[in-house]
């Protein structure tokens, strides 16, 4: 029904940046709220960021507030997520994420459609 396909990952060093895609497939992404999660090795995956239907509304994650941002672009169905001063712990597996509603929800549980992943790995 939806599917969403992400892009952009890849090896940076500390103090790089990235710009993750996310191209969404459906007829209601502009009525959709959308956000990135990541997992670690041994850790839970966690929510980076969010962003309601408009992109009036955001949410992002205290570790990365300030260093990273969402976008949109609701005429492409695309999703963005800029990643400025790169951290090692910032290394882990991204996934673009997508829920019917159209508000921010910061719980894994509340997005209903996900992306395969795609590898973020900083270096010291």
């Known amino acids: 029904q939806v599917h969403l396909v992400e892009s952009g990952g890849g090896l940076v060093q500390a103090g790089g940046s990235l710009r993750l895609s996310c191209a969404a497939s459906?007829?209601?992404?502009?009525?959709?709220?959308m956000g990135w999660f990541r997992q670690a090795p041994g850790k839970e995956r966690e929510l980076v960021a969010a962003i309601n239907w408009s992109g009036s509304n955001t949410y992002y994650a205290g570790s990365v507030k300030g260093r990273f941002t969402i976008s949109r672009d609701n005429a492409a169905n695309t999703l963005y997520l800029q990643m400025n001063s790169l951290k090692p712990e910032d290394t882990a597996v991204y996934y673009c994420?997508?829920?019917?509603?159209?508000?921010?929800?910061?719980?894994?549980?509340?997005?209903?459609?996900w992306g395969q992943g795609t590898q973020v790995t900083v270096s010291s």
């Open positions: 994420a997508g829920r019917l509603g159209p508000s921010v929800r910061t719980t894994y549980n509340d997005y209903d459609y």
């Open positions: 459906g007829r209601t992404f502009s009525s959709n709220a």
